[in-house]
């Protein structure tokens, strides 16, 4: 499965058809979970990024941590249906992990970020010109 992080986030099966992730904050969580690969990201730091005033409904800031937490909950197992069966979002004790069919995000052979790519590119660019 390959994922882009650079510019719009967006993800493509293995047959490169493009995945309907939804809206921004189911976006906003995949990117996330790119970000860090093959770690768990907290389920509290997910749901602060996403919903900084408390979650869906809530302007006043006041008491959202459970209804951010429920929405987290919500935008996971939504992602999860679209992901799946070639990713999957995995819950651990420590939060959130992204994971690939047969292999770990950060193992790179199931799941491909372009951000990756761009800076092992990167990398071996500068190596060719030192």
């Known amino acids: 499965m390959r994922f882009g992080v650079l510019g719009s986030t967006a993800a493509w099966r293995p047959d490169g058809t493009p995945v309907p992730l939804g809206g921004p904050a189911r976006r906003a969580l995949l ?3 790119l970000v860090r ?3 768990a990201v907290s389920a509290e730091g997910l749901a602060h990024e996403l919903y900084p005033d408390g979650g869906p409904g809530r ?3 006041r008491g959202g941590r459970g209804g951010s937490a429920h929405a987290l909950q919500s935008q996971v197992s939504r992602l999860r249906g679209v992901l799946r069966p070639h990713a999957d979002i995995e819950s651990t004790p420590a939060g959130y992990r992204l994971t690939g069919t047969g292999s770990d995000v950060a193992g790179g052979a199931a799941v491909a970020v372009d951000a990756a790519r761009f800076e092992a590119l990167a990398g071996d660019g500068r190596a060719a010109l030192a």
Request: aromatic fraction near 0%.
């Open 59 to 61: 302007s006043d800031g």
């Open 31 to 33: 990117a996330l979970l």
């Open 37 to 39: 690969p093959g770690e």
